[in-house]
């Protein structure tokens, strides 16, 4: 009987730290809710795992071969990295402080001005750079007979110019939300012992604001990383660009596109893990309250001082929008025939129509993770939401490749060669695909309101009877859709843009906007690229209203 009980007691142990693990015990968290966000969870991993079995099968002398002659791909790509990342904070950095910190005249409308560049798809800002001055570009040509010469824009350089320009908002934007929650008081102290501004921006604000800073090159880092088409129109051989030239050639090219996309995940998660220890230091500065009145005065720098926001939006915007509308004047963009079809509006609809299906997919698995991690502390709540995360940073051309493995090798060993061609460049894998890459996006927003919600409020309905599905739809749902719907937004937005998981992956003879678009500048005809180029800079334009309706500026 003893050993009988000692069972019975290690065996209810275990259920309990089993229910510790899950969160069962947690207010609002039931089983289905757990097996719902784990089920998820384990769709989101499923393309690595696809990836991994894949490369297993690679023959080990033709991995190593392969991995000893990458070393240039390599070289370029962590190169392109250390370059824009570097630029971008030695340009977003300085633009937060002008706009933050002192009497820069606009700063409100330098504000939003700076930021717009992230409306623009980077491929797009390559390609108007390129058909304004590459060989035969528009000004090229217009300085020719002046004898100016413009610089190689291919390679490294304009692949790194271009980037930078585009992607610079992110460090800006994280570096300016840094300093708005800044504790001023602690600054103005440095000032009374007379110590210059440089001098205590470097020892008493920059280590608060490093956090940020370090997040918003996080980002920068990792899109310049997984970026395909900006690499593509600039012919510079980083690992995007190489997986796609492998992947659409024949022989080993499977092979080779599947060692490279391991590279390139190992190299992301190095990134990832250098961020974390560079920005792990304190931000006691965050959440004081900030003056309302700027800290440095110009003085007769404070018109010159509009000189560099003036300069970056005239590279980032100005340019590209005014090349991509006289391309769309000059060459009558409506008027001739591409690859024997013409630009059609149904293009413009089926961009919209897969954005709508990925938003509206990505929000019914957005909501079970983040109202099971929102409500509760369990190890395993922790683990699904992280989960959601890996898709985001994972390349769009390497989730591509891995879903492209599942859909004509699993599939068809599992179900048959009919079932593999049904699956493979559907809508549905596509829409699929866009859920794995973008569901943190709504995740984050929809768990921020998750935890916004006042827990009185949830503990006064269940004591009034009512069962957890209808506190949560009468209750919760309410309460968080603001969030949830701007996730859902932000998804849509960001569906519109993505390039390289839409080339691989679209369903034959269904055209988007974007893959227009790379079809034309692929062939030259850079005026048939200009208005869906245009269209897509407008309704990627929507995404910044949150920015315009919520930015406070101090």
Do not use: C
């Amino acid at each position: 009987m003893g050993a009988v009980g000692d069972a019975a007691g290690e065996s209810a142990g275990v259920r309990q730290r089993l229910r510790r693990f899950l969160g069962l015990d947690d207010d609002g968290v039931s089983t289905p809710l757990v097996l719902l966000s784990g089920a998820i969870a384990a769709a989101v991993l499923s393309p690595l795992i696809w990836l991994l079995l894949r490369a297993s099968e690679v023959p080990t002398d033709e991995a190593l071969s392969l991995i000893g002659s990458s070393g240039d791909v390599f070289a370029n790509s962590l190169a392109l990295v250390a370059v824009v990342t570097t630029a971008s904070v030695l340009l977003g950095v300085p633009l937060a402080v002008l706009t933050v910190q002192t009497d820069l005249p606009f700063r409100r409308f330098w504000t939003v001005v700076i930021a717009l560049p992230l409306v623009i798809p980077s491929y797009v800002g390559a390609f108007a750079y390129i058909s304004a001055f590459g060989p035969d570009g528009a000004l090229a040509d217009a300085l020719a007979p002046f004898g100016v010469q413009i610089p190689e824009v291919y390679g490294l350089g304009g692949t790194a110019l271009v980037l930078t320009l585009f992607v610079y908002p992110y460090v800006f934007l994280t570096t300016r939300a840094a300093l708005l929650s800044f504790d001023e008081t602690q600054l103005e102290a440095a000032r009374t012992l007379n110590v210059g501004y440089l001098s205590a921006f470097r020892r008493v604000i920059l280590p608060q604001i490093l956090p940020a800073v370090t997040a918003g090159g996080l980002l920068v880092a990792l899109y310049a990383l997984s970026d395909f088409g900006t690499p593509s129109i600039m012919q510079y051989d980083v690992f995007t660009r190489m997986i796609y030239v492998e992947l659409n050639s024949f022989g080993d090219g499977r092979n080779n596109a599947t060692l490279l996309s391991l590279q390139l995940l190992t190299v992301t998660a190095v990134v990832v893990a250098l961020e974390s220890r560079i920005g792990s230091g304190e931000d006691s500065g965050y959440g004081a309250a900030a003056s309302s009145t700027a800290m440095i005065s110009l003085g007769r720098l404070r018109w010159p001082a509009m000189l560099l926001p003036a300069l970056v939006s005239t590279f980032t915007l100005a340019l590209p929008v005014g090349i991509l509308t006289m391309w769309f004047v000059r060459a009558e963009a409506l008027a001739y025939e591409v690859g024997g079809r013409a630009f059609e509006w149904g293009f413009a609809l089926n961009s919209v129509y897969v954005a709508a299906l990925a938003a509206a997919a990505t929000l019914a698995l957005a909501i079970p993770v983040a109202y099971y991690s929102g409500r509760s502390r369990a190890r395993f709540a922790w683990l699904a939401e992280r989960a959601t995360y890996l898709g985001y940073a994972m390349p769009g051309v390497v989730l591509a490749l891995a879903l492209v493995f599942f859909s004509s090798n699993q599939l068809a060993a599992w179900f048959g060669p009919s079932v593999a061609r049904a699956v493979y460049q559907s809508l549905p894998l596509l829409v699929f695909a866009y859920v794995v890459r973008f569901l943190p996006q709504a995740v984050g927003a929809s768990r921020s309101s998750v935890l916004g919600v006042d827990p009185a409020l949830l503990g006064a309905a269940r004591v009034l009877g009512e069962p957890p599905r209808r506190v949560f739809r009468r209750v919760t749902l309410p309460l968080i859709a603001p969030g949830v719907l701007a996730g859902a937004a932000l998804v849509f937005l960001t569906t519109m843009k993505e390039l390289d998981t839409t080339l691989i992956l679209h369903p034959t003879g269904f055209t988007t906007l974007v893959t227009y678009i790379w079809r034309v500048q692929e062939g030259g005809y850079y005026g048939r690229a200009a208005l869906p180029a245009l269209v897509l800079v407008v309704v990627s334009g929507l995404s910044m209203i949150p920015l315009l309706v919520q930015g406070r500026d101090k």
